[in-house]
């Protein structure tokens, strides 16, 4: 069972960028998935959530009108979407998935972890 990150990339403030989450090994379509970011020295922290069906979706405040997140079951890939990038979401970001379907904001609920992928927003 593997979640494989990728996506980030090095761009500049207001830009966008989409991140996507591939999972391997096992279907996801029944489970909550998420997306966390950390900067080093720091706590990871909640980014974006979404429920087994995509019915359901919840985002931090402080990404709130600007990130997106999505997913297609048929790929088994989730995604997020990035728009007006500020330095601020400089950090490195993991997609996450739990075995259940709905979805939580606490990082000890979620059961399988990607690598991560590095964002960095400079001018």
């Known amino acids: 069972v593997q979640l494989q990150a990728f996506g980030g990339g090095l761009v500049q403030p207001g830009d966008s960028l989409r991140l996507t989450c591939a999972a391997s090994g096992r279907s996801f379509s029944n489970n909550a998935m998420g997306w966390f970011r950390q900067v080093p020295g720091k706590e990871r922290e909640f980014v974006a959530a979404i429920n087994w069906s995509a019915s359901s979706r919840f985002v931090a405040a402080s990404v709130k009108g600007r990130f997106t997140i999505s997913r297609d079951n048929a790929k088994n890939t989730m995604y997020l979407q990035m728009n007006d990038l500020q330095p601020e979401d400089t950090a490195v970001y993991y997609c996450?998935?739990?075995?259940?379907?709905?979805?939580?904001?606490?990082?000890?609920?979620?059961?399988?972890w990607g690598q991560g992928t590095l964002v960095t927003v400079s001018s």
């Open positions: 996450a998935a739990r075995d259940i379907k709905h979805y939580t904001s606490h990082e000890r609920h979620f059961d399988f």
